[in-house]
């Protein structure tokens, strides 16, 4: 099953964000809590956290692409599933 890392909102103003940190590669073991990416809007960059534990997949997105908030930007899949990826 794969979870979908989502754009979070920031602030009431900002409606997009930019991808400015992609550290994970497919394969690598992502806990509850773990880092997944950093998002820069025009005030400040956040880490975006990944809420359930699993094996990252995939980026839906590449470094400095801008990203409407609510959009899906990483894929996280549940850890039996990572050898049929």
Same mark, same amino acid.
């Given at each position: 099953?794969?979870?979908?890392?989502?754009?979070?909102?920031?602030?009431?103003?900002?409606?997009?964000?930019?991808?400015?940190?992609?550290?994970?590669?497919? %394969?690598?073991?992502?806990?509850? %809590?773990?880092?997944v990416?950093?998002i820069?809007t025009?005030?400040?960059? &956040?880490?975006?956290?990944?809420?359930?534990? %699993? &094996?990252?997949?995939?980026?839906?997105?590449?470094?400095?692409?801008?990203?409407?908030? %609510?959009?899906?930007?990483? &894929?996280?899949?549940?850890?039996?599933?990572?050898?049929?990826?």
């Amino acid at each position: 099953m794969e979870y979908k890392i989502l754009m979070p909102t920031v602030s009431a103003k900002a409606k997009k964000g930019t991808l400015c940190f992609a550290p994970l590669k497919k %394969g690598d073991k992502v806990s509850k %809590g773990d880092t997944v990416a950093e998002i820069e809007t025009e005030k400040v960059v &956040v880490a975006v956290e990944s809420e359930k534990s %699993g &094996v990252f997949d995939r980026y839906l997105c590449e470094e400095g692409d801008e990203v409407e908030v %609510g959009k899906a930007i990483a &894929v996280v899949t549940e850890a039996e599933n990572a050898k049929e990826n």
